[in-house]
């Protein structure tokens, strides 16, 4: 009976060792996980301003192409009036050209008849 108790005493003690060592593999592992866990929230944090500063970004160059989109319309119509004022006066132009010359066609023959 004696020996059956030395046996299970130096069996408790085995397994309170045994269990000890697997508690002190426990905390740091969950001192690891903790760490590791404090580490992925500053990176998901950081993550977060960086996406907030990108969304920022998208934003105002958004803003910057609609406006440039809105210039190159409102430049395209400006130039299509240009344009339609251009055919314009070149076409009064030539019907000026076109008097000028009959008249100056006119004036010739009134002067050579004059000497003639």
Known sequence: MIDRLH???RELRMRRKSMEAVKKQNRSFEDGK???????????????????QLQSELEVKSKEVNT???NAAA????????????DRLLEEN????????SMDLGLSRS?????T
């Open 111 to 115: 002067t050579s008849k004059k000497n």
């Open 75 to 86: 430049l395209s119509k400006q130039s299509e009036g240009f344009l339609l004022e251009y």
């Open 34 to 52: 903790v760490e590791e866990t404090k580490a992925l929230e500053t990176e998901v944090s950081t993550l977060q301003e960086k996406l907030k």
């Open 94 to 101: 030539q019907n000026l050209r076109s008097q000028l010359q």
């Open 7 to 9: 046996h299970y005493i």
């Open 68 to 70: 440039s989109e809105a």
